[in-house]
């Protein structure tokens, strides 16, 4: 929790932890309609949202939201030339609380949703409230992009989800043909 604001994650992983390809690009086969309306009705109650420069939502209500971008292009907060509803930040020179204040969100309700990549889930991992995990069961990426740092062979998502305080909730069949569940984990 940041002051008021819980912090809240929110990923589509394959069988095997991973977001994305090895070139960065997230297949099609891990794209899902009801994940993606979970997600948009989730950042819809959003005080703000964090992700790097290839994280974006989209969607159509994506321009509306207050947002942080994580970058090491600046050395703590700035302006977006590209959207005036978001700052430029560095978590190496300005607290989240810090930048949520620059935001303009500082006293508002709403949750932090962190929406990646890999390094910004990661970053999070101390602070989260609640990962929302979603899984697509019968897509693999065998050398990929995993949603932590640190996921391999010997360590699953669930594995630093629980190492770093979070517990299982139930598992919800969001898309039961495709194979899409949704496990929200909370500290
Ligand atoms: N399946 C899912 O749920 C999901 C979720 C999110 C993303 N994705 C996919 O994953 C791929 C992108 O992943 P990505 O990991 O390359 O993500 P990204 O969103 O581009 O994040 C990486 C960038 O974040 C910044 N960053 C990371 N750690 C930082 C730190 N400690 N301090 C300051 N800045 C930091 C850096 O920005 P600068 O280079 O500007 O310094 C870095 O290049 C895309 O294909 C995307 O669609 C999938």
Do not use: C
């Amino acid at each position: 929790m940041i002051s008021q604001h819980p912090v809240e994650g929110y990923a589509i992983i394959s069988a095997d932890g991973m977001i994305a390809d090895a070139a960065g690009r997230m297949p099609d086969a891990i794209r899902n309609p009801a994940d993606q309306r979970f997600l948009q009705t989730e950042l819809d109650r959003a005080a703000a949202v964090v992700h790097g420069r290839h994280s974006h939502e989209g969607g159509p209500r994506s321009a509306a939201r207050k947002r942080l971008i994580v970058t090491r292009g600046v050395a703590a907060l700035a302006g977006d030339p590209a959207n005036a509803n978001a700052l430029l930040w560095n978590p190496a020179g300005a607290t989240l609380q810090a930048a949520l204040e620059a935001l303009g969100v500082g006293d508002s309700d709403g949750i932090v949703a962190i929406i990646g990549g890999t390094e910004v889930f990661g970053l999070f991992l101390p602070l989260y409230d609640a990962f929302h995990l979603t899984r697509a069961a019968h897509v693999r990426i065998p050398v990929g992009r995993p949603v932590f740092p640190g996921v391999g062979p010997n360590s699953s998502p669930e594995d630093l989800l629980a190492r770093h305080g979070l517990k299982a909730g139930p598992r919800r069949d969001i898309d039961a043909v495709a194979g899409i569940t949704l496990i929200t984990w909370k500290r």
